[in-house]
């Protein structure tokens, strides 16, 4: 299993940019797909974004596509989320999470390491 702590997040005025970092702890991070997930108030969590274990292929949700740009180090076992052009329907938690070591990470219930999550707020 890995430990994840993300960093970033806050408050933004929309059209603002924020940035979002993880950093995981364990040997197997370079071997697991991570994803930022998101949950607003009263709503299901959504996967905002997919990054796959060897960082070749990048899943975004179409409310984000164009806005926001994830990456990954495996050699720092860091991933982070640059957010560009924020709105107010941005707003949530947002939580770093990974996936088991090779396997799919298209839906949320595909990760089963979260960090505790930050909270974005964009203001209109």
């Known amino acids: 299993q890995v430990q994840l702590v993300e960093s970033g997040g806050g408050l933004v005025q929309a059209g603002g940019s924020l940035r979002l970092s993880c950093t995981a702890t364990g040997r197997t991070f370079s071997s697991r797909s991570v994803g930022w997930i998101r949950q607003a108030p009263g709503k299901a969590r959504e996967l905002v974004v997919g990054?796959?274990?060897?960082?070749?292929?990048?899943r975004y949700a179409d409310s984000v596509q164009g806005r926001f740009t994830a990456s990954r180090d495996n050699d720092k076992s860091t991933f982070d989320l640059q957010m560009n052009d924020l709105k107010p329907e941005d707003t949530a938690i947002y939580y770093c999470a990974a996936a088991e070591p090779h396997s799919r990470y298209h839906y949320v219930s595909d990760f089963t390491s979260w960090g505790r999550g930050t909270q974005v707020t964009v203001s209109s």
């Open positions: 990054i796959k274990w060897d960082g070749t292929r990048v």
